[in-house]
């Protein structure tokens, strides 16, 4: 149930947010398809899930972050490569969670 106290924003604080999204889109059509998330309580943020390493890395090349803002962390048995950058006034974070490779694995006979 909402809480009255605090109104969430309405879908138009969003705008910015899904125009960049939009714009993204028309100028790069071959994009790697993604999981995109625009939230209400982060009208100024776009959150962009891939789940490979070189659909990542198109889209980190395509909005221009620098390579030296990409984190790079293990944890379990996934890698994470995230990066931010921002067209216009919109925050857009670009992520991609995939399985760790061991490198005993790669090199198995």
Same mark, same amino acid.
Not at 14 to 38: F, N, W
Not at 49 to 78: C, K, M, V
């Given at each position: 149930?909402?809480?009255?106290? @605090?109104?969430?924003?309405?879908?138009?604080?969003?705008?910015?947010?899904?125009?960049?999204?939009l714009?993204?889109?028309?100028?790069?059509p071959?994009?790697?398809?993604?999981?995109?998330?625009? @939230?209400?309580?982060?009208?100024?943020?776009?959150?962009?899930?891939?789940?490979?390493?070189?659909?990542?890395?198109?889209?980190?090349?395509?909005?221009?972050?620098?390579?030296?803002?990409?984190? @790079?962390?293990?944890?379990?048995?996934?890698? @994470?490569?995230?990066?931010?950058?921002?067209?216009?006034?919109?925050?857009?974070?670009?992520?991609?969670?995939?399985?760790?490779?061991?490198?005993?694995?790669?090199?198995?006979?």
């Amino acid at each position: 149930m909402p809480d009255p106290t @605090h109104p969430k924003p309405p879908l138009t604080a969003q705008t910015d947010a899904l125009r960049a999204l939009l714009r993204i889109a028309e100028l790069h059509p071959s994009l790697p398809g993604a999981y995109v998330v625009a @939230h209400n309580l982060m009208p100024d943020r776009v959150d962009v899930q891939l789940d490979t390493p070189s659909a990542w890395e198109s889209w980190r090349e395509i909005l221009n972050a620098p390579t030296g803002s990409a984190t @790079h962390r293990t944890f379990d048995n996934r890698r @994470h490569l995230e990066c931010v950058t921002a067209v216009g006034k919109t925050a857009i974070r670009v992520y991609a969670v995939f399985p760790h490779i061991h490198d005993t694995d790669a090199g198995a006979v």
